[in-house]
């Protein structure tokens, strides 16, 4: 066993420890999945194979077809210890979520907004890549990777979280998807940040932690109206649009872009604009989990507005329970707010003109 595995089995042990179980890894089913990850040509990555008596592929799919209960896949795989330990640690970010509230926010996504529910199919098939229960699956398990025990957070690089991401989803393919194209689609869409890599790039200013804090303070302390969080927001927006990347920078940036977008399209047999939009609903139903919108959609009430300037704002809403953000009908997809949307759209202009 390399150094790199018995690493990753001590991070395991450690996590478990600290989360009070009594398994550890010599007590699991593991097995080594070789996956090309962006650090290195090769890792050999040590995945968990979910277990348990009430776990099987009809229990699993029938939980994640549950549109009126949108917890009970969550619910079912928690039954799994090491699973639990998995959704029970934190996923990193001043909001302090644990992986397992930040999933279960994800869901909220999808069932307060359309976001998936009318999904393109892929070449020559008549039904989506992706059901919706497909969907919430991928949702369920896309943010495994970024656990780490409390001592040692070295390894919260993006491209080990994905890589140990992509390694419990192979390694449990079968109980978490019919079809193997759905798999290879599901890795294509978690392998990367593509759609957060690129307008970190093309907007690289954004609001400070600090400032999040004091907004959410005073949302908290009801010092905030709704009115106010929207103006609040407006002004983060604002800031970000005053400092867009150089032209040049994002020229490259959109041209990088595209041809990634083409080259995932054709390994998962879709034309590219179709792959662009299976990637802004997970980007979407991901990245919209870190807003103060999730309020309603969360057994945890610190929902706290942090990258809420990314979405258009639905300044019509008085209460929490209607939506913040606006979703588009015929786009399927939340509009960006202004300085996103611009750069998404020249994005999709340059799919548009590569394809």
Request: net charge negative.
């Amino acid at each position: 066993m390399n150094d790199y595995v018995e690493k990753q089995l001590a991070d395991y042990c450690q996590l478990f420890r600290e989360q009070e179980s009594s398994f550890f890894p010599e007590d699991f089913a593991l097995s080594k999945v070789k996956l090309d990850a962006e650090a290195s040509n090769s890792q050999t990555i040590v995945a968990l194979r979910v277990k348990g008596p009430a776990i099987t592929r009809e229990s699993v799919l029938k939980a994640a077809a549950n549109r009126n209960e949108s917890d009970a896949l969550l619910d079912l795989l928690k039954t799994d210890p090491t699973m639990k330990a998995l959704y029970d640690t934190s996923a990193g970010g001043w909001e302090d979520y644990s992986i397992g509230e930040h999933i279960e926010m994800t869901f909220g996504r999808i069932t307060k907004y359309p976001l998936g529910h009318s999904l393109p199919a892929s070449l020559g098939e008549k039904v989506p890549a992706l059901s919706l229960a497909d969907l919430r699956a991928m949702l369920a398990v896309h943010d495994l990777g970024k656990f780490l025990p409390r001592q040692g957070r070295e390894g919260r690089e993006k491209s080990l979280q994905h890589a140990r991401t992509l390694s419990i989803i192979n390694a449990n393919k079968d109980l978490l998807f019919a079809k193997p194209e759905t798999v290879k689609l599901v890795n294509l869409l978690i392998d990367g940040d593509l759609l957060g890599d690129y307008f970190r790039t093309v907007l690289p200013v954004f609001p400070s932690i600090l400032e999040k804090q004091s907004t959410w303070n005073k949302i908290k302390f009801k010092q905030m109206s709704l009115a106010d969080y929207f103006t609040a927001i407006k002004e983060w927006e604002n800031f970000i649009a005053k400092s867009p990347a150089s032209p040049e920078t994002t020229a490259q940036i959109i041209t990088k872009s595209a041809s990634l977008i083409m080259e995932k399209a054709k390994q998962a047999r879709m034309m590219p604009e179709e792959f662009l939009h299976y990637q802004t609903v997970y980007y979407q139903a991901d990245s919209s989990a870190y807003t103060y919108d999730t309020i309603c959609f969360s057994s945890s009430t610190r929902a706290a507005p942090s990258i809420d300037y990314l979405y258009a704002r639905n300044e019509a809403a008085t209460d929490l329970s209607q939506p913040l953000f606006i979703f588009d009908d015929k786009e399927q997809r939340l509009l960006f707010s202004s300085p996103f949307e611009k750069a998404y759209r020249k994005l999709k202009d340059e799919v548009w003109r590569l394809s």
